[in-house]
């Protein structure tokens, strides 16, 4: 639905279906936190009025559920990706419409619990890392290792796929991060992939940016959708300009009224 430029879809693709449902038109609310810490990306997501098609799709299991949003004359993305927690679906009447309510969870829910067993005797941290992918269900993206280490005296995975992932992290010097099912790899310390975004008065800031724990900043920004945590960003202010990469994106939309907006925390760079 578009109300001052705004454009949201919702795609509901049932597993093993061959596409995905795309509704577009209905009132959607959302909010979704992205980022490169430990804690698994989530989101909380609100549909207003879907058909009764649609809400058999949701409730049937493992329903991929992805939420795109952006401006009509703008970036358009998705700024939510993944599966429902199991129980959180609630369908409810409220004033002659259907409102169907979820938490939404990412791949990295799954690789939490995913146990792995397997042992080397000689074997690249690149190679495991690309069996963790693969024995986890996930994809591949871009992958690009601080360092590659050559396990010359073997290699044990034993425990979850993030157990696995985190060690292979802490050898290369690399952040590796799951977003909309698909991992990525990246030096410590370096961005994911340059962008250009330019965060400023004039291109959509709210407020001022502020200082957060950690010495990171926070900047609330109208909806970026395309930008990821990884991503680097510069920051044009009175206080606290500079060129940053994001840590934590949390997105807040609302198709019809209310927020539509990017919570971005970074750490500087350079």
Request: with cysteine; net charge neutral.
């Amino acid at each position: 639905m578009s109300q001052f430029g705004r454009r949201v879809q919702v795609q509901i693709q049932r597993r093993g279906a061959p596409s995905a449902r795309a509704l577009e038109g209905l009132r959607v609310t959302c909010t979704a936190r992205r980022s490169t810490t430990e804690a698994p990306d989530k989101a909380a997501l609100v549909i207003y009025g879907a058909a009764p098609e649609s809400l058999e799709d949701l409730a049937a299991n493992g329903t991929l559920v992805r939420v795109l949003a952006g401006y009509r004359d703008g970036a358009f993305a998705a700024v939510l990706s993944g599966t429902i927690v199991s129980g959180t679906l609630d369908i409810l009447r409220q004033s002659g419409e259907v409102v169907a309510s979820m938490q939404i969870a990412d791949g990295r829910t799954e690789v939490r619990a995913r146990a792995l067993s397997r042992s080397w005797d000689q074997v690249s941290a690149s190679e495991v890392l690309a069996w963790a992918i693969q024995q986890s269900g996930l994809a591949s993206g871009s992958i690009s290792l601080g360092v590659d280490v050559a396990y010359t005296r073997g290699f044990v995975a034993l425990g979850t796929a993030a157990d696995v992932l985190r060690q292979i992290g802490a050898d290369t010097r690399s952040t590796i991060v799951i977003q909309d099912g698909i991992v990525a790899a990246y030096p410590s310390g370096e961005a994911r992939r340059p962008t250009s975004l330019l965060l400023s008065p004039d291109s959509g800031m709210v407020g001022s940016p502020r200082q957060v724990e950690k010495g990171h900043v926070e900047v609330v920004t109208l909806l970026a959708p395309t930008l990821r945590p990884g991503d680097r960003y510069r920051v044009s202010a009175e206080r606290l300009s500079g060129d940053y990469v994001a840590i934590d994106v949390t997105t807040e939309i609302d198709s019809q009224e209310g927020p539509f907006y990017s919570r971005i925390v970074g750490a500087r760079v350079g």
